[in-house]
């Protein structure tokens, strides 16, 4: 565990994770296949529903999708018998997501609904749709996403691998490749022919992963 502390890990992070084993990483393997299959479903969802596809049927779609993705992490936590402050559920994480969250959303708020304050239209469809937007990318994708490979993938294949550097690229590829299923099933194109459309954004979801570590 030395080695964890040598490589920048702190404390709380090394205490959280020595545990951790072979089942632990295991159950985030299946978390993440089970994600993928989620994602495909979806995508199969939005292509029948295309004519239906509204803002509100994404926002309910994709909060479903968050619900059922919390649900697993909390419920893989539970049958190890870990505490859900090891994805990242504390009061002092919740304090600093809620003060963050705050200031991102007035940033939201800001962007989006300056240029109708301006041009002296009503705001009142804006600001329903800028709160959808706010809930939909914050919670429904940003925490999801958090919770899932920072909070219980990274952690456990942290733990297991007990190496920093192996753990965030084990990881960082596991992320860029869960956001191919949806996207590609939604743009009806084959896996190579969307990986050559959209490798620079791949890649820049993989560089972004590594250096938000």
């Not at 993440?32 to 309910?60: A, N, P, R, W």
């Not at 059922?68 to 936590?77: P, Q």
């Amino acid at each position: 565990m030395s080695n964890l502390k040598a490589l920048g890990a702190n404390n709380e992070y090394v205490q959280q994770v020595k545990d951790y084993g072979k089942t632990d990483a295991l159950l985030s393997v299946i978390l993440y296949c089970i994600l993928l299959l989620m994602s495909v479903v979806m995508g199969k969802i939005f292509i029948h529903k295309q004519s239906e596809l509204t803002d509100i049927y994404i926002f309910c779609a994709t909060g479903i999708f968050s619900i059922i993705c919390t649900g697993l992490v909390i419920s893989f936590c539970l049958i190890r018998k870990q505490r859900l402050n090891t994805v990242g559920f504390s009061k002092k994480n919740a304090g600093k997501s809620f003060i963050i969250g705050l200031i991102l959303i007035f940033i939201v708020f800001l962007l989006w609904g300056i240029r109708p304050i301006i041009s002296g239209i009503s705001i009142k469809a804006d600001i329903t749709f800028i709160a959808m937007k706010v809930i939909h990318y914050l919670i429904f994708i940003a925490f999801t996403e958090e919770l899932i490979f920072r909070g219980y993938i990274g952690t456990r294949i942290y733990g297991y691998f007990r190496n920093k550097y192996l753990a965030i690229i084990d990881v960082g590829i596991m992320f860029t490749l869960s956001h191919v299923p949806l996207q590609m099933i939604v743009s009806r194109t084959s896996l190579p022919e969307f990986i050559s459309a959209n490798i620079s954004n791949l890649i820049n979801i993989f560089i972004h992963h590594l250096l938000s570590q």
